[in-house]
T-cell receptor
Framework: GENVEQHPSTLSVQEGDSAVIKCTYS??????FPWYKQELGKGPQLIID?????GEKKDQRIAVTLNKTAKHFSLHITETQPEDSAVYFC????????????FGRGTSLIVHP | DAGVTQSPTHLIKTRGQQVTLRCSPI?????VSWYQQVLGQGPQFIFQ???????GRGNFPDRFSARQFPNYSSELNVNALLLGDSALYLC?????????????FGDGTRLSIL
């Protein structure tokens, strides 16, 4: 089955700095890669996603890049703010009529004011 | 618009008991998925239901079962509870059942097994 590795497990930055979280996946058939933000006591919230026919996607301060050859994808957050502090999860899924995603173990992002 | 709602928010059970968790999807969403999230880890996929039929199943024992009702709400049942079943159980909905649909999560049910 699919295996998703996520690094780092903890990331501490100063407000205004950039943050990068990286994930690798094992199954080349995976074609959908969402990123979620989970705040304490809440469920995960989708912040950006990318499909395998696209190499990069950007939404304001957030961007995701995908390298299918290397089987890795990354989340980039620019101009970080204290409210960006949360746990971030990447996921990978294989298409074909059902949605069975595999999540990474999460990255705890801490943005210091 | 209301998001995904789950009930109850917290639950305490003892080993060997049975539990039923409930989920109401976003209006118009026909697919519901269930996940188990152990502290410090990512959500682990349990089931996906679409149009009342099971579309996907993760690597969980037969003690776990689920169903989806005609109004697209769903229940997750866990029998013969073990200490290791203590976790946050998340429900997510999407408009359709395929892999290219963003998942919208509820805030979960925190299940504690004593």
């Amino acid at each position: 089955g699919e295996n998703v590795e996520q690094h780092p497990s903890t990331l501490s930055v100063q407000e205004g700095d950039s943050a990068v979280i990286k994930c690798t996946y094992s199954d080349s058939a995976s074609n959908y890669f969402p990123w979620y933000k989970q705040e304490l006591g809440k469920g995960p919230q989708l912040i950006i996603d990318i499909r395998s026919n696209v190499g990069e996607k950007k939404d304001q301060r957030i961007a995701v890049t995908l390298n299918k050859t290397a089987k890795h994808f990354s989340l980039h957050i620019t101009e970080t703010q204290p409210e960006d502090s949360a746990v971030y999860f990447c996921a990978a899924s294989i298409g074909g009529g059902s949605y069975i995603p595999t999540f990474g173990r999460g990255t705890s992002l801490i943005v210091h004011p | 618009d209301a998001g995904v709602t789950q009930s109850p928010t917290h639950l305490i059970k003892t080993r060997g008991q049975q539990v039923t968790l409930r989920c109401s999807p976003i209006s118009g969403h026909k697919s519901v998925s269930w996940y188990q999230q152990v502290l410090g880890q990512g959500p682990q996929f349990i089931f996906q239901y679409y149009e009342k039929e099971e579309r996907g199943r993760g690597n969980f024992p037969d003690r776990f079962s689920a169903r989806q009702f005609p109004n697209y709400s769903s229940e997750l049942n866990v029998n013969a509870l073990l200490l290791g079943d203590s976790a946050l159980y998340l429900c997510a909905s999407s408009p359709l059942g395929d892999s290219n649909q963003p998942q919208h999560f509820g805030d979960g049910t925190r299940l504690s097994i004593l």
